[in-house]
């Protein structure tokens, strides 16, 4: 782990990769995402049950592909009196800020014209889950919460289970959330289905959740047949931190998110190089006693990055050019500074609001832009799972004084028969 001081020769180029830090490769594992969906649209569960076989290593009939209620009933006794209340109060914040999200169809009236608009929640969602390195019910409730908020009727899970076996704790959170169906498969093909639909899987209007390096890609190929939230990159943090700061409450966090991933990508950006001497003190301290110290040691070792800047007002720059996914303000006054803050994906405020809370607890949503889209892109939210659509009505008298326009309008396009369509109303109503 090595500090890049501002005055270091390989300061800004080493700014500049993280700037430039999108790193999904794709080109590597396109041509088998592509024969994968083209096998699920055309064979459907044949494939699927296949492909299970092949990634997920158990055989799958059509009749266990879908999660039974027996099958959620068992895991519910197996998760402690705790563990759902923990699950439970999750699901109530997240359901509560989300309800701040919701949208109503509006409309307006002028000189004969009415304009306006109608909002929809999708008929159906798919979520899918990931179920590689570790059970993430949190990601459920961060899916499927905010779907059934905005109204969506049919929200489908798919998750790959293991060796046929689930998480107790992410079949209890699907119950919670509202999940309407739960289907044993993951991977591209879990896509695959979710976008063409089988005879097992209903086919959904959005997919949405994070996945591997196949399930981005198997999303990304998908997407226009169905729409998708994001392409979601490694996890990643950035704490901007003030001499106020606390190094361990630093390294802590920083470790919080070295721990998903060995591509997680933890950076620290401060005035103060003591307080960057010190996080290195204390990550290296902390790392001993933590549970996924491989995961965490490449992480840190491949990605971590601690930059020591001349002032506040540069860390912000900085800051809003690398747009995190997670932005700690750990300052004195972090009420002012998130108003300079233009570029991520959720900003957690002062020296005990870690980001595991909004990980977990807060509310607001987990699911949010990575590899520097917070440029342009936002969390997850109700807004994700409801279409709008235009809504327009003329007056004969309205239509009569605005056609001399739209003729003009039509005739700068050359497109005589828009204009035609207009001009048979008028003399008609004449």
Same mark, same amino acid.
């Given at each position: 782990?090595?500090?890049?001081?501002?005055?270091?020769?390989?300061?800004?180029?080493? &700014?500049?990769?993280?700037?430039?830090? =999108?790193? /999904?490769?794709?080109?590597?594992?396109?041509?088998?995402?592509?024969?994968?969906?083209?096998?699920?649209? %055309?064979? *459907?569960?044949? =494939?699927?049950?296949?492909?299970?076989?092949?990634?997920?290593?158990?055989?799958?009939?059509?009749?266990?592909?879908?999660?039974?209620?027996?099958?959620?009933?068992?895991?519910?006794?197996?998760?402690?009196?705790?563990?759902?209340? =923990?699950?439970?109060?999750?699901?109530?914040?997240?359901?509560?800020?989300?309800?701040?999200?919701?949208?109503?169809?509006?409309?307006?009236?002028?000189?004969?014209?009415?304009?306006?608009?109608?909002?929809?929640?999708?008929?159906?969602?798919?979520?899918?889950?990931?179920?590689?390195?570790?059970?993430?019910?949190?990601?459920?409730?961060?899916?499927?919460?905010?779907?059934?908020? +905005?109204? &969506?009727?049919?929200?489908?899970?798919?998750?790959?289970?293991?060796?046929?076996?689930?998480?107790?704790?992410?079949?209890?959170?699907?119950?919670?959330?509202?999940?309407?169906?739960?289907?044993?498969? *993951?991977? +591209?093909?879990?896509? *695959?289905?979710?976008?063409?639909?089988?005879?097992?899987?209903?086919?959904? #209007?959005?997919?949405?959740?994070?996945?591997?390096?196949?399930?981005?890609?198997?999303?990304?190929? &998908?997407?226009?047949?169905? #729409?998708?939230?994001?392409?979601?990159?490694?996890?990643?943090? $950035?704490?901007?931190?003030? @001499?106020?700061?606390?190094?361990?409450?630093?390294?802590? #966090?920083? /470790?919080?998110?070295?721990?998903?991933? %060995?591509? =997680?990508?933890?950076?620290?950006?401060?005035?103060?190089?003591?307080?960057?001497?010190?996080?290195?003190?204390?990550?290296?301290?902390?790392?001993?006693? $933590?549970?996924?110290?491989?995961?965490?040691?490449?992480?840190?070792?491949?990605?971590?990055?601690?930059?020591?800047?001349?002032?506040? @007002?540069?860390?912000?720059?900085?800051?809003?050019?690398?747009?995190?996914?997670?932005?700690?303000?750990?300052?004195?006054?972090?009420?002012?500074?998130?108003?300079?803050?233009?570029?991520?994906?959720? &900003?957690? !405020?002062?020296?005990?609001?870690?980001?595991?809370?909004?990980?977990? /607890?807060? *509310?607001?949503?987990?699911?949010?832009?990575?590899?520097?889209?917070?440029?342009?892109?936002?969390? !997850?939210?109700?807004?994700?799972?409801?279409?709008?659509?235009?809504?327009?009505?003329?007056?004969?008298?309205?239509?009569?004084?605005?056609?001399?326009?739209?003729?003009? $309008?039509? @005739?700068?396009?050359? /497109?005589?028969?828009?204009?035609? +369509?207009?001009?048979?109303?008028?003399?008609?109503?004449?």
């Amino acid at each position: 782990m090595k500090i890049f001081k501002y005055s270091d020769s390989d300061f800004y180029s080493t &700014v500049k990769a993280v700037v430039n830090r =999108a790193n /999904l490769d794709l080109v590597t594992h396109d041509a088998t995402v592509r024969e994968i969906l083209k096998q699920i649209k %055309e064979r *459907g569960d044949n =494939a699927l049950l296949e492909y299970t076989i092949q990634f997920d290593k158990f055989d799958l009939s059509l009749k266990e592909i879908k999660v039974s209620q027996s099958e959620i009933d068992q895991a519910r006794e197996k998760v402690s009196d705790k563990e759902t209340e =923990a699950l439970r109060q999750a699901a109530e914040n997240i359901r509560e800020f989300h309800g701040h999200q919701i949208q109503k169809s509006w409309e307006y009236e002028k000189n004969g014209v009415l304009l306006g608009q109608n909002i929809r929640a999708l008929e159906t969602a798919g979520i899918y889950v990931p179920g590689g390195k570790a059970s993430y019910p949190s990601s459920v409730l961060m899916n499927a919460i905010p779907a059934k908020v +905005a109204g &969506v009727k049919n929200v489908v899970m798919c998750s790959p289970a293991s060796k046929g076996e689930y998480s107790p704790h992410v079949l209890v959170a699907a119950e919670i959330a509202g999940v309407d169906s739960i289907f044993k498969v *993951g991977g +591209a093909q879990a896509i *695959g289905a979710m976008a063409y639909g089988t005879n097992t899987i209903p086919r959904v #209007d959005k997919i949405v959740g994070p996945g591997n390096i196949y399930v981005a890609l198997a999303k990304r190929m &998908v997407f226009g047949m169905v #729409d998708i939230d994001m392409i979601a990159g490694p996890s990643e943090i $950035l704490i901007l931190a003030d @001499d106020s700061a606390h190094p361990d409450f630093i390294a802590a #966090d920083l /470790l919080s998110q070295a721990e998903h991933d %060995e591509q =997680a990508v933890p950076i620290l950006v401060t005035c103060s190089e003591k307080l960057a001497q010190d996080v290195v003190k204390e990550l290296t301290k902390q790392t001993g006693r $933590l549970n996924r110290q491989s995961i965490i040691k490449e992480s840190l070792s491949d990605q971590c990055r601690l930059f020591v800047v001349r002032s506040i @007002d540069e860390a912000v720059n900085l800051a809003n050019e690398i747009a995190p996914e997670h932005l700690e303000l750990a300052v004195k006054e972090p009420q002012d500074l998130v108003k300079q803050i233009r570029n991520a994906g959720a &900003v957690f !405020l002062g020296h005990y609001t870690p980001e595991a809370v909004g990980d977990y /607890l807060a *509310g607001p949503n987990h699911v949010l832009p990575t590899s520097g889209t917070a440029r342009f892109s936002s969390p !997850l939210g109700v807004y994700d799972f409801v279409k709008k659509t235009s809504v327009m009505s003329y007056s004969s008298e309205a239509l009569e004084k605005d056609a001399p326009l739209i003729r003009i $309008l039509a @005739d700068m396009e050359h /497109l005589d028969a828009h204009a035609n +369509a207009v001009d048979l109303r008028v003399k008609k109503s004449k």
